[in-house]
């Protein structure tokens, strides 16, 4: 089983910066990949970005790229999400994501709430 605890959500306005993170626990040896994804009102959940463990690729969505980067802390266990040049159309709900392919199993955070807004 992995737990994720996301932080690091708020209020900010138009091209302004956030930076999410997302901790990790329990059986977080087993992990594979890690990533961020959103779900704006009335919209279906996207993948914002996703980092692999061992090699630590990364992959954005086209919406963000070059504005945002996902790194980690494997000795924290833990995944960021730097958010610069905001728009109002990256208010959301972000979501931590986790997946340990052997056994099929993917884990989710409870959601940070992010607002564009002037």
């Known amino acids: 089983q992995v737990q994720l605890v996301e932080s690091g959500g708020g209020l900010v306005q138009p091209g302004g910066s956030l930076r999410l993170s997302c901790a990790a626990s329990?059986?977080?040896?087993?992990?594979?990949?890690m990533g961020w994804y959103r779900q704006a009102p009335g919209k279906q959940r996207e993948v914002v970005a996703i980092i692999i463990n061992t090699s630590g690729s990364t992959n954005y969505a086209d919406s963000v790229k070059g504005r945002f980067t996902i790194s980690r802390d494997n000795r924290k266990n833990t995944v960021y999400l730097q958010m610069n040049s905001l728009k109002p159309e990256d208010t959301a709900v972000y979501y931590c994501?986790?997946?340990?392919?052997?056994?099929?199993?993917?884990?989710w955070g409870q959601g940070t709430q992010v607002t564009i807004s002037s």
């Open positions: 994501y986790a997946v340990i392919l052997r056994t099929t199993s993917e884990y």
């Open positions: 329990g059986s977080t040896f087993n992990i594979n990949a």
